[in-house]
């Protein structure tokens, strides 16, 4: 990956969306990676390690962020936690 593709990339990550809609990476990220993340996390993985962009977009966007949360929530109660 080139510097420059790098960078875009880190600033799609990054941006945070219209409070309007979703942008198409949190449309991506609310699908099968946030579950991933969650359930890795769940299991004491590095998740940060594991899934740098993906814990880089949640800190970031509000959004994704609270989806986060209510999925973390619901799978910590479910696994007994």
Known sequence: MTPNKFIELYNTIT???PT???TPICQF???EP???FVTDEILNKPVD???PFIA???ENCSICCHE???RATDNYL???F
């Open 29 to 31: 990220m609310q699908q």
């Open 56 to 58: 880089l977009h949640i």
């Open 78 to 80: 479910v696994a007994g």
């Open 34 to 36: 946030l579950d991933l």
């Open 20 to 22: 309007s809609s979703l």
């Open 49 to 51: 390690i594991l899934y």
């Open 15 to 17: 941006a945070p969306p």
């Open 68 to 70: 986060y949360e209510r």
